[in-house]
């Protein structure tokens, strides 16, 4: 209750005329000009959601078409359909179709069966060519093309048909960041642990920034660094075949999440109170019991969302996985190549046409990516909130 | 309160030491020590890789010269242009983003309701905005400023072809600006906080308004957060590719930008341009490390400085409290 009379007495009452008191209209308009400005974070975070999502909604209702063969209507039978379907037919808006006459609709008409006279002979006949390969069917599951002997799932954006099952992207993605996953959070965490409970004043000084100058090495070096180095020192210790492959990409991705877990779980580390620290060691307990039985466990809510922003973070990393692998293999094997969403997005969107299917395909796999790092982000922030409140003996 | 307690610490586990050796107390604190130091040695083995292979190449010649299109001829090839589409991209950006993120921590340290929903929401929107995926913000900039904005542009300027409506330098530092507000409010915040509310209420006391103490008191005080910010925000921005793909980079360009709606060559995207397009990544290989080099000495130096001046408004922040 005190508190909100507090901030009542204290804010100006319209354009800074409060009764009793001096006008202050600037002093009125600054702060709604300030308040003003920290809403833009809030129209951002809506602009890129709508925005990314705005290019990807065709794909969601099915308004883009792949088919190279599709029925054609014959230009002297258009007499026959009504001018709703002519227009669907003729794929134009419908300001377009009015400002025509009948025999420029005509001329388009023999355009139309021109344009299908110009698919090569051997398409004519493929089952392939007449279906919308945007569907969702054949985004997700998989199918059998002509040249393959079973269903597959395939991502192959260029040639005559496109196939855009999204599956071995996915998978590529999830591979990928599960490796850099299980290598990042033990070693960060380990960190935290020791930075944060083990070591002496003077090695925490300086082991805690020189660990978070990890984060300041731009992911193309990182990404650099893998293709020429630690693919080559990899493969010498493992013997694999593909020298680049989803295993370095994960490791080196690791090297990109680990100065983020750490410092997250370092923090929720050093924020348990001291009182806890100090009852467990005046009991008997050594440092290690301590930091292990007490004091992690009380953490463990900032551990996991260190984890969790880590994930976040590994599934939107582009440079590192794009320098060092990029084949869209669909296997579950570490050491094959594979290819990430982000990849795929960044490679491909150079050669998508403006506003085609591949480009919408592209977009809509962007916001399946925010959709994802959203999410992650929202549960992460959700878990420190509670864990700060907690220890703060708010509830 | 740390400084006062850690001698204690120190005594009672020396004491504990002394009176039984507990194995797997050793054990773990050896192996997360180890983690540590492997950490640490990633660090050390990248630095060092790019340090020693590329210092040769990192000559004045090299850092001054305009490369002509065959970027891998070692006697004709160079940065320059690199690096000066790198600072006008990342300076441009500064434009933008100090000012949003300072004003949105002075909101959020001197004026927000402590616990309202906005507060909560404008808060959880920062936190969300540093986590989106570089590549989506690449994905945003193409489909917000150059498709939406900058074609509309063309058409209410009534532009023959296009000129804002595709990649240019001004989309790309506007896409990172809306990358990094959140480093710069978050850094800006911080250094907000550790002014000691003495000063405020000192200020209130002797007749100056809110706005006058914001103004005069607090934002000089505050000032070294606020650059520490901005050197990060220029830093994490200096180094990014993802986000400028669609948004303005180019692969080769004749002439320098020299105007807003130009293109840009650029550092990062050289470095990875060199590394997967190489003809031969045998005989590159210097070219490589010493453009590497250049984007590290770029990006780390004002990591480091920022990681000086902010570890100092930490001590300042504990002396404190």
């Known amino acids: 209750m005190q508190p909100s009379q507090k901030e009542a007495r204290r804010t100006p009452g319209w354009m800074g005329i409060h009764r009793g008191h001096k006008a202050r209209p600037l002093e009125w308009l600054a702060e709604k000009f300030i308040f003003l400005v920290s809403l833009s974070t809030i129209l951002m975070v809506f602009l890129i959601f709508v925005f990314v999502a705005r290019e990807a909604l065709p794909v969601f209702f099915g308004q ?4 190279l063969v599709s029925a054609v209507i014959p230009p002297n039978e ?11 037919y003729l794929e134009l808006t419908p300001e377009q179709f009015k400002a025509m006459d009948h025999d420029t609709l005509k001329s388009l008409m023999d355009v139309k069966v021109e344009a299908q006279d110009d698919i090569p002979e051997e398409f004519r006949t493929s089952r392939d060519a007449r279906i919308n390969t945007t569907e969702w069917r054949y985004l997700l599951l998989p199918h059998q093309w002509d040249d393959y002997k079973k269903p597959e799932y395939i991502w192959q954006p260029v040639g005559q048909i496109k196939k855009f099952n999204i599956i071995p992207l996915l998978v590529g993605t999830l591979k990928i960041t599960l490796i850099g996953l299980l290598f990042a959070v033990p070693l960060a965490v380990g960190a935290a642990i020791y930075v944060s409970q083990l070591a002496r ?24 660094f893998a293709l020429l180095v630690l693919a080559t020192v990899l493969q010498k210790i493992f013997g694999y075949e593909t020298r680049l492959n989803a295993f370095v990409a ?30 467990a060691l005046a009991l008997g307990a050594s440092r290690w019991q301590t930091a292990w039985q007490i004091v992690l466990p009380a953490a463990l809510p900032g551990v996991f969302a260190a984890t969790v922003l880590g994930f976040g973070r590994a599934i939107g990393e582009t440079m590192i996985v794009l320098m060092v692998c990029s084949a869209s293999v669909m296997s579950w094997s570490i050491f094959d190549s594979a290819r990430s969403i982000t990849t795929t997005i960044a490679a491909e969107m150079a050669e998508a046409v403006n506003g085609g299917p591949h480009y919408r395909i592209l977009f809509m796999l962007g916001a399946l990516l925010f959709a994802a790092t959203f999410i992650s982000n929202m549960i992460g922030d959700f878990v420190i909130h509670r864990f700060k409140n907690k220890l703060e003996g708010k509830r | 309160m740390s400084e006062v307690l850690s001698p ?21 604190s050896g192996l ?22 590329g210092w040769q190449g990192f000559t004045w010649h090299f850092v001054s010269t305009i490369p002509k299109k065959d970027f891998f001829d070692i006697k004709t090839t160079g940065v320059l242009p690199m690096i000066i589409g790198t600072t006008f991209r990342v ?6 983003v100090i000012p949003v993120g300072v004003i949105t921590a002075i909101y959020l340290t001197e004026y927000a309701p402590s616990n309202s929903l906005i507060t909560r929401i404008i808060r959880a929107a920062v936190n969300n905005l540093a986590g989106v995926p570089s590549i989506v913000f690449g994905l945003f900039g193409l489909g917000f400023f150059i498709n939406f904005i900058g074609k509309n542009m063309d058409v209410l300027l009534h532009n023959t072809g296009a000129v804002w409506g595709q990649p240019a330098l001004i989309w790309a530092s506007l896409t990172l600006a809306v990358m990094t507000v959140p480093v710069v409010i978050v850094a800006t915040e911080e250094s907000l906080k550790a002014i000691p509310p003495g000063l405020r209420e000192a200020s209130l006391a002797l007749g100056a308004t809110k706005l006058e103490t914001i103004l005069k008191i607090v934002l000089p005080q505050a000032l070294p957060g606020i650059m520490t910010g901005g050197i990060l925000a220029v830093s994490r921005a200096a180094g990014e590719v993802a986000p400028i793909l669609f948004t303005g980079v180019a692969y080769y360009m004749a002439s320098l930008p020299s105007h807003l709606s130009d293109q840009f060559m650029d550092l990062g995207y050289h470095v990875f341009v060199l590394s997967t397009q190489s003809p031969n990544i045998e005989q590159t290989r ?12 770029l990006t780390f130096a004002l990591n480091i400085v920022a990681i000086i001046i902010r570890s100092n408004i930490r001590r300042k922040m504990r002396s404190l409290h």
Do not use: C
């Open chain 2, 32 to 53: 997360t020590g180890l983690a540590t130091l492997l950490i640490i040695g990633i660090l050390a083995v990248i630095l060092i890789n790019i340090i020693v292979n």
């Open chain 1, 250 to 279: 994960g490791i080196a991705l690791g090297f990109a999440v680990i100065p983020i877990i750490f410092s997250i779980a370092e923090d929720a580390l050093t924020s348990v109170p001291r009182a806890y620290t100090q009852a």
């Open chain 2, 91 to 96: 300076l441009v950006m500064t434009i933008f």
């Open chain 2, 8 to 28: 204690k610490s120190k005594v009672q586990s020396r004491h504990f030491r002394a009176e039984k050796f507990d194995f797997w107390s050793f054990f773990f």
């Open chain 1, 64 to 67: 883009t078409d792949t088919a």
């Open chain 2, 286 to 297: 210097p070219i490589l490390y010493a453009t590497v080099l250049v984007l590290l000495v």
């Open chain 1, 201 to 224: 004043p003077q090695v925490r000084e300086i082991a805690k920034p020189t660990i978070e100058l990890l984060s300041g090495i731009p992911s193309v070096v990182v990404g650099f």
């Open chain 1, 78 to 88: 258009m007499d026959k359909h009504s001018p709703a379907e002519l227009q669907k």
